[in-house]
Structure formats: structure tokens, C-alpha cells
């Protein structure tokens, strides 16, 4: 026996030996699927969700090196890593980018399920983990951009800590367990919750929340991944200054806690509406596999919940734009540019959750009529969409000609950083996984065409 075949042998005798027994977990009741045609993103949104989790994690395993979670060091280490620290500027970037795109994801995985009656296939508990999965998503994503310790980091304690000490009876108790005593307690808390007890809870709730049968899309996972990068690359996040040594400035939380932000600057009672109102919300979804019992799934024919998802998305919509206003008149004092007219607020709100329920309630029921009407009359002739063919000649143009770009970007990427274009870099590595995903699309179109 040659030596190649000597270790192809122990190679195969490893791969059984480790299946085998890897048979007896729960990961092998998973099936795991790899399309061999393009699959819309839409049926695996959660999966998309879970890799960038996976980023998270592998970009914040590698940051935690240089970080120091104490009160004089907190700012001063994510500043170190930003200038200092080799390929950390990259990394910070992606970390945060890849935060924001984890909850953007998340809640559109959400909707998508839920507009598509995904619930009624049995999927209650697949449902109820997924929506305490979105909320873990914001509250890590919230600790997150804590740690840094700056001006935005100061925005958000007051608010959690506001939110927590309103609650009734136990409100004070509730902040001091969770917030601690003092802005020392406050991040060193901030970083245990972020880097251990939210991961820890999340990779629980994701062993329930996996489906059996799960598709990873390879060129996809490299387009989101690549969007990251480029995203990070044209919109670089901000170090910001260092809190208690900056001169105060107006600023407002992350997108996805605007809608908080401002329920809490009309100054009406924080708990009802910057806690309970965000609550009975996630209460709504989680009842829905309880309370919509109909066997129709799709949006079309279910009006009633259809409508009520819209409406919720013009909620949260119109917090979100409330939240980012600010007086432009920069004579006023800062309480009065950050103060929101509770009427105002209220008011645009009723006009939203009106316009939105009886809107696609309506539209929804003249879709039906139309159909049935539709039925009633003759049927037109069905057309078959002639498929889009392309030649092998120019597949093979297209493949080379994207693998020909892949590779000068990156001799690109590796020039812009050697130069110190950081951003530049960032935003060619984000080219250099888009321009993957588009060679592995155009391998699998014509792998296609060439079997027909």
C-alpha cells in the first residue's frame, strides 16, 4: 500500500469513526441542504441570522483580547483597537455592522414568518423561542455598544436604567441587579451580559429554535457577508468622544431603540410607554399560533392578522422617525430640542395604526372579491414566461471575467491597507465576497445548463 492510500485509509476510518458517533446527538436529526439552483433568501432568513451570529461571535471572540472592561480603561482600549491594533479597525467595523444586520435580519425573519402563516405548521414553539430570540437580539446588541463607554453609551444607560426604576414595586431592585450601583458596575455588567450570559442563553434557544431541515446557501452567505463589509467600509462607525471628557452633544440610540427613545422624551410615565407598550407587542406575536386557529396561510386570505402586522410595522415605524428628531432651533436649551409633544406623537400614531389596518383590511377584501370574480369569468389562456438561456460561451466569459475581478480586488484591498486606507480596504474585502458569491451563482447556472 502506497502512502497516499495509507492516509486516504485513516482519513476514512476518522470521517466514520467521528459520524458514527456524532449519530447519537441531536445535531445529526438536523438535514442540512445546499441548493444546487438559486433559492430565494426569504425561506432561510433565520439561517442568515444565525451566521452572522456566527460572525459576532468569531469578531468579538477577537476583540475581547484588547478590550478592558473597567472605567478609566473601557474607552481607551476600543480606541487602542481602532488605531493600534492590527486589522482591528476592520474588525470593530464588521462587529458592529454585523449587529446591526443580525436585529435587521431578525425582525425581518419575523414578519416574513409571520405573514406567510409559517406558525400554523405546528411551529408554536419554534415560534415563541424565535420571538424571545429577537428580543435577546436587541438586548445584546444593546450591551454591545454599551461597553465602548462614550456619549451613546451614556444615552443608553439612562435609558435602560430609566425604564428599569420605573417599573412598578420592584423597580429600583430591578436596575440595581441589572445596572448595578455606579458606572463601574454598570460596565463590567454590560460586558458579562454581552460576551457571556446573552450568548449562552441565545445558543440555548437556537438548539429549540432549529427547524429539522435547514438550507445554507453558500454564495448567499457570502453576498450578506460581503454587504457587511461594504457597508462598514462606506459608513465607518464613529469611536465618539470619551463620556465625562467630551463636551455634551445631542445624540440618539441605535435605530432599533429610537422607538423607545422617544416614548421616553414626551415625559409621560416610562414604564407604560417605554416598557409595557414595546411589551404587549412581542405579547401579541407570541399569542398568534393560539389565537389565529384558521387553515388558511396565506397573507391574502387571513385580512384580520394581515392587517394587524402592517399595522404594527407602522408603529414601529413612526416611533422610529420620532425618535431621530431633533428641535433644529439650536437656540433652545438641550431639554426643550430633545422634548417630543406627547399629542404630536400620540396623534401621529392613532393616524398610522388607522390608516394601516383599514387600509389593508380593505385592499385585502377588494382582492378577494376581484378573485372570486375572476373565477366566475373565463379563464385567460395561461402564459409560460420564456426562460432566460444564455450560452456556455458566455457563462465561461462571465465566470472568468468575475474570478479575474475577485483577485484584483484583493490585490486592491491588500494595497488600500498597506496605505492606511482602512475604509477603502474594507469596502473592496466586502467586493471580494460579492464577487465569490456572484462566481459560485454563475458555476451553478451553468453546471445547470450544461447537464440539460
Do not use: C
Not at 140 to 165: C, H, M, Q, T, W
Not at 331 to 348: A, E, G, K, T, Y
Not at 376 to 387: G, T
Amino acid at each position: 500500500m502506497s502512502r497516499e492510500e495509507s492516509i486516504g485509509s485513516l482519513v476514512n476510518k476518522l470521517v466514520n469513526y467521528v459520524v458514527e458517533r456524532l449519530e447519537r446527538t441531536w445535531f445529526f436529526s438536523l438535514r442540512f441542504a445546499i441548493p444546487s439552483r438559486v433559492v430565494s433568501p426569504l425561506s432561510y432568513l433565520g439561517m442568515l441570522t444565525f451566521v452572522i451570529f456566527l460572525i459576532e461571535g468569531i469578531t468579538g471572540g477577537i476583540l475581547m483580547f484588547y478590550y478592558v472592561p473597567t472605567l478609566d480603561g473601557a474607552w481607551d482600549s476600543v480606541a487602542r483597537i481602532n488605531d493600534e491594533i492590527p486589522f482591528g479597525y476592520i474588525l470593530r467595523n464588521v462587529h458592529y455592522h454585523g449587529s446591526n444586520a443580525m436585529v435587521f435580519l431578525a425582525v425581518f425573519h419575523l414578519y416574513y414568518q409571520f405573514f406567510s402563516g409559517r406558525y400554523k405548521l405546528r411551529y408554536e414553539m419554534l415560534w415563541v423561542t424565535g420571538i424571545i430570540l429577537g428580543l435577546m437580539t436587541v438586548l445584546e446588541a444593546f450591551f454591545g455598544y454599551d461597553v465602548i463607554f462614550n456619549e451613546r453609551a451614556e444615552l443608553a444607560l439612562s435609558i435602560g436604567a430609566s425604564l428599569a426604576e420605573n417599573s412598578p414595586v420592584i423597580g429600583v431592585v430591578i436596575r440595581e441587579a441589572v445596572f448595578g450601583a455606579g458606572f463601574g458596575d454598570f460596565i463590567l455588567r454590560s460586558y458579562t451580559y454581552h460576551v457571556f450570559i446573552l450568548p449562552v442563553v441565545m445558543i440555548l434557544l437556537i438548539i429549540l429554535h432549529f427547524p429539522r431541515n435547514m438550507i445554507m446557501d453558500i454564495p448567499m452567505i457570502s453576498a450578506i457577508t460581503g454587504g457587511i463589509f461594504i457597508v462598514g467600509g462606506l459608513f465607518p462607525i464613529e469611536l465618539g468622544g470619551k463620556f465625562g471628557l467630551a463636551p455634551p452633544t445631542i445624540t440618539v440610540p441605535e435605530w432599533y431603540l429610537t422607538g423607545i427613545y422617544a416614548f421616553i422624551r414626551t415625559g409621560l410615565d416610562r414604564f407604560i410607554t417605554g416598557g409595557l407598550m414595546p411589551a404587549l407587542l412581542l405579547l401579541m406575536f407570541i399569542v398568534m399560533p393560539f389565537v389565529d386557529k384558521g387553515k388558511k396561510y396565506r397573507w391574502q386570505d387571513r385580512p384580520l392578522f394581515t392587517a394587524l402586522g402592517v399595522t404594527s410595522l407602522g408603529q414601529i415605524a413612526v416611533t422610529t422617525v420620532w425618535g431621530f428628531y431633533i428641535d433644529p432651533d439650536t437656540s433652545l436649551p438641550f431639554v426643550d430640542r430633545i422634548f417630543i409633544d406627547p399629542f404630536s406623537l400620540w396623534m401621529s400614531m392613532l393616524l398610522i395604526a388607522f390608516f394601516s389596518f383599514v387600509g389593508t383590511y380593505s385592499f385585502i377584501k377588494v382582492m378577494q372579491k376581484s378573485a372570486e370574480a375572476k373565477k366566475v369569468a373565463k379563464k385567460p389562456p395561461f402564459i409560460v414566461n420564456a426562460p432566460v438561456n444564455i450560452s456556455q460561451k458566455w457563462i465561461w466569459v462571465m465566470l472568468v471575467s468575475v474570478i479575474l475581478f475577485m483577485v484584483y480586488l484583493n490585490l486592491l484591498a491588500f494595497q488600500a491597507y498597506e496605505s492606511g486606507f482602512h475604509n477603502l480596504a474594507l469596502l473592496e474585502l466586502g467586493g471580494i465576497l460579492v464577487s465569490f458569491s456572484a462566481v459560485f451563482h454563475l458555476y451553478r447556472y451553468a453546471k445547470d445548463a450544461l447537464m440539460k
